[in-house]
């Protein structure tokens, strides 16, 4: 097996993959990803909303076991809590099913104890550029706070998992408790040096296509032809 072949990646869309029937998930389209190595079957799961179940019996179909949750930000669509009045199932709901870490930037800690319901001791918070290891493939943690405190994205094996820090069109937005458009400018920078070869996955499908390669969007994303 080889190393590209060992690295296990899913995309999974609210509302089609995962969570079929909720029309409130089918409307705000969050992606959900699985990542991890096939050799040992382990995987985390990044940002599970919506259908804790639905993303379990996923994995579980193609011989994954989930043993961590990567967190992008504290906002309830991605990791569950009250969205215009809607409950949303998310991180808390798993830990019933599972015992394992939850990996949220360190700045993001409290913001996912009010969100999610957590407490500190559920979560592992991480400085800038740690990595977490699921079997031997390993995921680095780029804190790229403006859409929220602790946001985050995720570099693996050539991919980059953004969240809501960066989409094929846009960015996340800056309006919002804890955002920073300031940051945010400095965050899209740091995204601009990531090589053009990596492609892009962000936390909703607001554009027709699910990814891209970074060099492709920092042609069409407008938000880098804004920046000095």
């Not at 097996?1 to 509302?15: A, I």
């Not at 400085?127 to 390993?138: A, R, S, W, Y």
Request: net charge negative; proline share 4%.
């Amino acid at each position: 097996m080889t190393d590209d072949d060992r690295v296990y990646f899913r995309q999974m869309l609210s509302g089609r993959d995962f969570a079929a029937d909720d029309q409130l998930a089918a409307q705000m389209v969050n992606f959900a990803y699985a990542i991890g190595d096939r050799t040992t079957g382990e995987c985390v799961l990044v940002d599970p909303a919506w259908s804790v179940s639905d993303l379990l019996d996923t994995v579980a179909a193609d011989g994954m076991r989930v043993v961590g949750v990567l967190g992008t930000h504290y906002h309830a669509d991605h990791i569950g809590g009250s969205l215009m009045g809607h409950n949303v199932e998310g991180v808390a709901s798993l830990l019933e099913h599972l015992d394992c870490p939850v990996h949220v930037q360190a700045a993001e800690v409290p913001w996912v104890e009010r969100t999610a319901g957590l407490t500190a001791a559920q979560l592992v918070a991480h400085d800038p550029g740690d990595i977490v290891t699921v079997g031997d493939i390993e995921i680095t943690l780029v804190h790229t706070p403006g859409h929220t405190p602790g946001s985050q994205c995720f570099l693996v094996d050539g991919r980059l998992v953004a969240g809501d820090t960066l989409f094929l069109d846009g960015c996340g937005r800056t309006d919002l408790p804890g955002s920073d458009h300031a940051q945010m400018g400095h965050s899209l920078r740091r995204l601009r040096d990531i090589p053009d070869d990596v492609v892009l996955y962000p936390g909703h499908r607001y554009s027709f296509a699910s990814c891209a390669t970074m060099g492709s969007v920092k042609q069409t994303n407008f938000v880098f032809a804004q920046l000095d």
